[in-house]
């Protein structure tokens, strides 16, 4: 089945305990991005990535990491959490066909930070 | 710096009626999405808008896009119970390298 899969579902840590979410996906998409969600906010997005060790900032990128070392993977990577990062995230991959292709969304993790 | 609005935010409606949910976003762009998310789940692909005057339709649901208006708009006719969900559009400023901007979402709720 194709499909997006991030890691953990649920997450609760204290502030500055470094953690990883991992989002695989299986449909060979070249392109890949990072998304958060807030109450009265929508989404706004974190990273993205092109190809394969390509990443760029997107509109948050501060205290996020990202790498893209192999095409179907693309960790988000919070160094030093603190309680603003409280949210609920979304991997999201699609084709690159010049932007015309919608979005494929993972299953989100919804992350406290205490 | 791209802007995408919603309106309304919150829509709360009977079922049989129509109602409409607008788009506007605020650079040049021919590439417009609507995603639906249910309580507590990921966001599913609706439509993709890829030209002037585009229109898609599935089931109750018909989205347009203007481009020369910079509007887009979710068109729900006869609502039923089934199309209580939040609905986002989300626009491309570039030719997709930059990502998506979404709107904050349209919040709805049919009542039987």
């Known amino acids: 089945e194709a499909q997006v899969t991030q890691n953990p579902r649920y997450l609760i840590t204290v502030t500055g305990k470094k953690l990883t979410v991992t989002c695989s996906q299986n449909?060979?998409?070249?392109?890949m991005s990072w998304y958060r969600q807030d109450p009265g906010l929508g989404l706004r997005q974190i990273y993205y990535?092109?190809?394969?060790?390509?990443?760029d900032k997107g509109d948050v990128p501060e205290g996020y990491k990202v790498s893209r070392k192999e095409k179907r993977n693309f960790p988000l990577i919070l160094e030093s959490p603190s309680p603003n990062q409280t949210s609920l995230y979304f991997c999201?991959?699609?084709?690159?066909?010049?932007?015309?292709?919608?979005?494929?969304f993972g299953n989100g993790t919804r992350l406290t930070v205490t | 710096e791209l802007k995408v609005e919603q309106n309304p935010l919150f829509l709360s409606m009977q079922e049989g009626k129509n109602y409409t949910i607008y788009c506007n976003y605020s650079?040049?762009?021919?590439?417009l999405y609507w995603y639906r998310q249910d309580p507590g789940k990921s966001l599913e692909s609706l439509f993709v808008?890829?030209?002037?005057?585009a229109v898609k339709q599935e089931g109750r649901l018909m989205a347009s896009l203007d481009t020369k208006a910079r509007l887009s708009t979710l068109h729900i006719t006869a609502a039923v119970h089934d199309l209580s969900a939040t609905y986002f559009c989300?626009?491309?400023?570039?030719?997709?390298?930059?990502?998506?901007?979404f709107g904050k979402g349209t919040h709805l709720i049919i009542q039987p």
């Open positions: 999201a991959s699609s084709p690159w066909t010049g932007g015309r292709s919608p979005l494929h």
């Open positions: 449909m060979n998409h070249e392109y």
């Open positions: 990535s092109m190809n394969v060790e390509v990443t």
């Open positions: 650079t040049t762009s021919d590439r």
């Open positions: 808008l890829l030209s002037n005057g």
């Open positions: 989300a626009v491309d400023m570039t030719g997709g390298a930059d990502g998506l901007t």
